[in-house]
């Protein structure tokens, strides 16, 4: 269980990495699967800051009335992906052996636990959510 809020998709995300690095010396394909999550969350966040600053580019360009709205939401946008590229920055800079000394729960992930966050973080990917538009298309 984790608390609600923001930190949310953080904690799930320390939780799947810290079952990767628990498992890598029985499967080594693991140490590529934890640097290529670390990897595609660092550019999630990256594509997200991108299109809030398109977004505010063009609501600039009309001068609409929830051009307040708008900014303020951008700059949400902005602290929360500079908290998340922050977050993966101190995990890429510790070591693996240092990253197990650091989890954030006592509790470890099981196989299960670990698919289920997956399928979690999965479906929050651009692509799950518009799945329906792709499948009535």
Known sequence: ????GEDEIQQLQK???DYLDENTETDASLVFSRKFYIAQWFRDTT?????????????DS?????????????????????SRKKFLRSIIKTAPSQFSILKMN????????????VRYLAS??????SFDIYLTQ
């Open 106 to 117: 006592s509790d470890t992930v099981d196989y299960e636990d670990a698919c289920l966050i």
């Open 62 to 82: 009309s001068e609409g009335a929830h051009h307040a709205k708008d900014v303020e939401t951008t700059g949400q946008i902005m602290h929360r992906a500079e």
């Open 1 to 4: 269980q984790v608390s609600g």
């Open 124 to 129: 929050m990917r651009p692509f799950a959510q």
């Open 47 to 59: 594509m997200e800051t991108e299109k809030a600053i398109k977004s505010q580019k063009d609501e």
């Open 15 to 17: 939780a799947l990495l």
